[in-house]
């Protein structure tokens, strides 16, 4: 590796692990943002949605954007929208501005997502190592921000402060994708060279496979933005632990998805995708129920365990299963991106209108549903062969 590659590199895992941290820190202030500003369960998962959406919207913005001034100059003009409105939010504005600064907030995140993987996928020539790396470093940041958080607190910290501590921190990522020592003429050339060896397919939009991966992602993307945005709440609210072993709990979570990821990724080579696929949406399925029908902490513990178990499988298998078929175009992964963020658009904003008239707890139980369809869809792609006509399941 070069010592340009390493420095590009070390750069992107810096700045994802702070992605991954200011993400699940959204979720750890929630609760004191909704008291703080007298918010309904209805407006916070407004909140979160637009949020979502502005993470949708910066898949259209950044690559339009980059191919005109760059994807340096383009990462930190965009994931800039972030710090300003993490100060702006510490100001209690109305809450349509709420609104606003938590949609410009999910075009920072989704920005420096995208530019992340695109150059770790260029300069690493694709390699599944960097890329994993990449993901390991997000989920790192996401398990320590509840982690300081609840510190924080202890500590006599306000939220707002520990949004302070946050935007600083956020800006020396910045600082970093400001000086790293990009050519900003290799994606105009990359994107040349694959225009020019490949043409567009839609073959895809035929396939029935195509369709049920879709869904399943859709209905996943509800659960994990839910999970990410509306768990500390929940289990704050329901008043059987502490809020700091609340916080840390979700923290956790992340931990056991890291592990969820690599045991995924030693078994996928073991058990076909569609078995593995409809193994985690099942496991997942299991874990959400025991969770919302217990108010036993060790049981509710072992659930939230569980679910970053088996949800940490389904993303990375679903874009496996469906990766065969997007061979040769680029319309196809966006189509199947736009229909799992927005399941993360969506399954927030019901949350919070059905804890409004029925409480949090209420509102989770959603999610059940969720669930539900996401299995369902996973069945439909285990038995996609019969459907099609070949009466001979390959397990």
């Known amino acids: 590796m070069t010592t340009q590659q390493k420095s590009l590199f070390y750069r992107c895992y810096y700045g994802f692990f702070i992605n991954g941290m200011v993400v699940l820190l959204i979720g750890a202030i929630l609760p004191h943002l909704i008291q703080a500003a007298g918010l309904s369960y209805g407006m916070a998962g407004g909140l979160l949605s637009s949020m979502a959406i502005g993470n ?17 100059r383009t990462v930190v003009l965009l994931a800039a929208f972030f710090p300003i409105c993490l100060m702006a939010i510490t100001f209690l504005p109305p809450v349509p501005v709420l609104y606003l600064c938590f949609f410009l907030m999910g075009i920072g ?10 150059i770790i996928n260029d300069y690493g020539d694709g390699t599944p190592a960097a890329l994993n790396i990449l993901h390991t470093f997000f989920a790192l940041g996401a398990f320590l921000a509840p982690f300081l958080t609840s510190s924080m607190i202890a500590l006599s910290f306000s939220w707002r402060q520990i949004l302070y501590v946050i935007l600083v921190w956020y800006l020396t990522s910045l600082i970093s994708f400001a000086t790293m020592p990009l050519k900003e003429d290799y994606t105009l ?22 369709y049920c991966m879709g869904l399943v992602l859709f209905f996943y993307m509800g659960v994990e933005n839910c999970v990410n945005g509306w768990f500390v709440t929940y289990l704050q609210d329901i ?11 979700v923290s956790i979570t992340w931990i056991v998805i890291m592990i969820g990821r690599i045991a995924c990724a030693w078994l996928s080579g073991r ?13 997942s399925a299991i874990a959400l129920f025991l969770l919302i ?7 509710i513990t072992i659930a939230m365990v569980l679910i970053g178990f088996f949800l940490a499988g389904i993303y990375p298998t679903s874009i496996a299963s469906a990766g065969s078929l997007l061979k040769g175009t680029s319309s196809g992964m966006a189509i199947l991106m736009a229909m799992s963020a927005l399941g993360g658009i969506i399954a ?3 949350v ?3 804890a409004d008239s029925a409480g949090i707890a209420g509102g989770i139980s959603f999610l059940v549903i969720d669930a539900v369809f996401m299995v369902g869809f996973a069945i439909l792609n285990y038995w996609q062969e019969y459907f099609a006509g070949n009466r001979k399941l390959n397990i």
């Open 239 to 249: 008043g059987v632990m502490s809020d700091s072993y609340a916080t840390n709990l």
């Open 293 to 299: 029908s217990s108010q036993n902490i060790v049981i």
């Open 109 to 118: 995140r989704g920005t420096v997502s995208i530019f992340n993987n695109s």
């Open 348 to 350: 927030p904003q019901i």
């Open 189 to 210: 050339k990359k994107s040349k060279e694959i225009k020019d060896a490949s043409s567009p397919s839609t073959t895809y939009l035929k396939s029935f496979r195509f």
């Open 271 to 283: 058990i076909s995708k569609k078995v593995l696929l409809l193994i985690h949406c099942i496991g």
């Open 352 to 354: 919070g209108w059905i």
């Open 56 to 72: 949708l919207c910066a898949s259209f913005l950044y690559p339009a954007l980059s191919e005109r001034v760059g994807r340096k």
